[in-house]
């Protein structure tokens, strides 16, 4: 094991289609702060959209790429089933009376390791769950947004993968990542991660007749596990190729450095490091209202500009 386990989730990036529809329902719907708003740095004709807390904690950030005329993806094996927020347990009438109001339709509230989950899915199909659990994080609220504390979605509870065989994986999270195995409900075996920090759980669904889903929007990407920085990552990246898995190089992602995987299943995983995050290029109270480019893009500026949709967010400033 290296110097110590991962400290959960740092973010979780998906496929969207429409950016003002995808900025609606995260920031305005869900209460999560627009922190960043780049381009895809592999295809910048394309926003990246990242949203989280106030700051942009690590464990409270969902990132989209919004692709116009991405069709559809379809859920399967090899892939994140279900993206869970955490709530806190007195909330749960709050979220259902919002999301109805929001005419987001939920599905009814079903028990899970002994916390209440609420279902629905965002615009695209994505599906999202609020769970119910205590509080540990410090996460910093967005109080520019219309919901208030004490309701607030508090960062990442945690993903369902959807697995043939949960074995591989699990071996992977309990003896490279630092995960624990707390618990088994029917085909859903529970890991923890080891910190106390936000985005702790790995739910591993086992559906060994269920088949490869169809790659669109509403589909996970990936997720991002957190390392503390570039050393710490170091020893990660040296660990898992020991171990047989085919590691990238380290990627500069501007806001953290970044390395990936793909788990036995299937299933994307990065190890993003926290430093040196979103305040790095933006200042607290201006987060995310201006399109940021790295240096290797900012001599495309005006191309950039004139190709993404403009946003119904800056006619409102
Ligand atoms: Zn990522």
Do not use: C
């Not at 987001?104 to 599906?127: K, Y």
């Not at 967005?142 to 309701?151: K, L, Y």
């Amino acid at each position: 094991m290296t110097k110590r386990p991962v400290q959960g989730l740092h973010h979780i990036t998906a496929v969207a289609s429409d950016a003002n529809q995808n900025i609606d329902f995260y920031q305005t719907v869900l209460g999560q702060r627009l922190v960043k708003r780049t381009v895809n740095f592999d295809d910048p004709k394309t926003y990246h959209l990242y949203y989280g807390d106030k700051v942009g904690s690590p464990g409270t950030i969902m990132t989209f790429f919004p692709w116009q005329h991405m069709r559809r993806g379809s859920r399967g094996v090899g892939e994140t089933g279900a993206t869970g927020y955490l709530i806190p347990p007195d909330a749960v009438d709050y979220w259902q009376d919002r999301l109805t109001k929001h005419n987001i339709e939920t599905t009814p509230t079903q028990s899970r390791f002994g916390e209440t989950v609420l279902a629905f899915a965002d615009p695209n199909g994505l599906p999202l769950e609020l769970i119910t659990d205590r509080d540990n994080s410090d996460i910093v609220h967005w109080d520019a947004g219309e919901i208030a504390s004490e309701h607030a979605i508090r960062g990442f509870h945690g993903v369902t993968l959807w697995v043939k065989d949960a074995a591989p994986t699990a071996h992977v999270l309990t003896q490279h990542l630092g995960f624990t195995r707390v618990g088994q409900e029917k085909n859903r075996i529970r890991l923890r991660g080891a910190s106390t920090a936000v985005g702790l759980y790995i739910d591993l669904l086992e559906l060994p007749t269920v088949s490869k889903g169809r790659f669109g929007a509403g589909s996970v990407h990936h997720i991002a596990f957190r390392t503390v920085d570039d050393d710490e990552q170091a020893e990660y990246l040296d660990r898992l190729r020991l171990a047989g898995l085919q590691v990238t190089p380290v990627q500069d992602r501007q806001y953290f450095h970044s390395i990936y995987f793909r788990e036995p299943n299937g299933v994307l995983f990065e190890i993003a490091t926290d430093a040196p995050g979103f305040l790095y290029d933006e200042h607290i109270d201006t987060l995310g209202q201006q399109l940021k480019l790295p240096t290797w893009l900012e001599p495309h500026r005006q191309e950039i500009e004139r190709i993404v949709p403009p946003l119904e967010i800056d006619k409102t400033k």
